[in-house]
């Protein structure tokens, strides 16, 4: 009976130790590294050198951007799950097809409307020294982001890629 209590002992010290390291990493990990429409906010400020005036209207205004952006984001990819949820399906249909592609499209034009106007809307805030800063970052980034989602050229040409055939209609 003495061993079993003093093993019982060691087992519960053992796992708050374990616990109290756990909680430790993981409240440390979450405090150093901030979220990513943080580091963005951050990196904009830093980059534009926003004073304390700009930077509450920068505040005040980026408020619902992020959550917006994350409910069109997640709109999205419901659609395409529904789309491409269709591809084990024997026959294809056509309209419904069309109808989730266009919704998708919907989705990504707010998506894409409602970065303009943010990205507007820090160009109003900035002064013209900030402003040509802050048009030599977009410019960057979308050259960067341009050249991240063009698929190689196929076997080292630069020509476009034939389209695939559309499968045949079932009526």
Known sequence: M??????????????????????????????S?????????????????????????FK???????KTMMGLSNDIKELKDNLFGTLSDDSVN?????????LICEKETEKEKEI?????MIRDIANDKQKEKFE????DALRQGDQGNRPPPPNGQDAQRP?????PKNK
């Open 163 to 167: 389209r695939p055939p559309h499968p």
């Open 136 to 139: 030599g970052i977009l410019l």
């Open 33 to 57: 590294i901030p979220s990513m429409p943080e580091r963005n906010k951050n990196f904009i400020v830093k980059e534009l050198g926003f004073n304390a005036s700009q930077l509450e209207q």
């Open 60 to 66: 005040e205004n980026s408020k619902g951007h992020f």
């Open 2 to 31: 003495k061993k079993n209590s003093i093993l019982y002992i060691l087992l519960i010290f053992l796992i708050a130790a374990n616990v109290f390291f756990l909680y430790l990493y993981m409240g440390k990990q979450h405090e």
């Open 94 to 102: 056509e309209a419904a097809i069309d109808s989730i592609s266009a």
């Open 116 to 120: 303009y106007y943010h990205f507007r």
